[in-house]
């Protein structure tokens, strides 16, 4: 029985100057260690950029990632989160959900549905009425992952949570009702994240580049490495997943 691989890598927070450091450190001497590390594995089926590609807005930002990306697996796709430029990505990464806000593709018996969270100018996310009515219109009756910048549940630390997806409760409701979505992944909180809750698996996955420390009231960095996270998309409906740390050469 053969799974699809998907591999997701997030909060990139790529700076326009490849060397400028962003708190405290490279993003992209960083981001070239998590790729090198997936570039040694198994060739993922599909690879996932879940928001935050840049920290500065714009197009080269963009390509020159894409660039990097291309060659590590046989699909690409990416979604934009609250430092991104939804339609400039849009035009760097196609599929991306920013038209209808949610976008649909296949990966062998399953379906991954993209989500557009982000909203103009702020820094938390929503998903609205109308991204929740193109989910609804989207799902299939078979195996389902979603994916969407912000999480969709408090993650612990009080300014995280302050900043997430506003109507998360709303989300979080919606992918209950329906059992054939069995798992949601994330970024935004730069840390690793593994809940339950009944049959759905919630995932957020650690940054490429600085991670948050977990478990904060306040703002706070951790000396945690990067990382990205390996989900197993199995014929028969099941999800396995885990997140691999990254050291990062002259840090």
């Known amino acids: 029985m053969h799974a699809q691989r998907l591999v997701q890598i997030t ?5 326009a100057a490849p060397g400028k ?3 405290g450190m490279d993003p992209w001497r960083s981001l070239d260690a998590v790729l090198a590390a997936i570039g040694r594995g198994p060739r993922p089926d599909l ?4 928001g935050d590609l840049t920290q500065d807005l714009g197009k080269p930002v963009l390509a020159r990632l894409r660039e990097r990306l291309v060659p590590l ?3 690409v796709l990416a979604l934009p989160g609250n430092h991104d430029d939804p339609e400039a990505l849009a035009r760097v990464f196609p599929g991306s959900p920013v038209d209808t806000g949610a976008t649909s593709h296949s ?6 549905l993209l989500m557009d969270t982000s909203r ?3 820094v938390e996310g929503e998903m609205g009425v109308q991204r929740l009515e193109a989910l609804e219109f989207l799902l299939h009756e078979g195996p389902a992952l979603c994916a969407g910048h912000h999480p969709p549940l408090a993650c612990g630390s009080a300014w995280l949570d302050a900043i997430g997806l506003e109507d998360g409760a709303t989300l979080l409701a919606w992918l209950k009702r329906h059992p054939q979505v069995r798992g949601m992944l994330f970024g935004h909180i730069h840390q690793a994240l593994d809940r339950r809750q009944g049959a759905l698996r919630l995932l957020g996955t650690p940054a490429t580049s600085f991670q948050f420390r977990p478990g904060r009231a306040r703002f706070a960095l951790d000396t945690r490495l990067p990382g990205y996270r390996t989900v197993k ?3 028969n409906g099941r999800l396995t997943s885990r997140v691999s740390r990254v050291a990062v050469p002259g840090t």
């Open 11 to 15: 909060d990139c927070h790529l700076s």
């Open 21 to 23: 450091r962003v708190r």
């Open 47 to 50: 690879l996932l950029v879940s």
């Open 73 to 75: 697996a046989d699909r």
């Open 107 to 112: 990966l062998g018996e399953w379906q991954l």
């Open 120 to 122: 103009p100018g702020r």
């Open 233 to 235: 998309l199995w014929p």
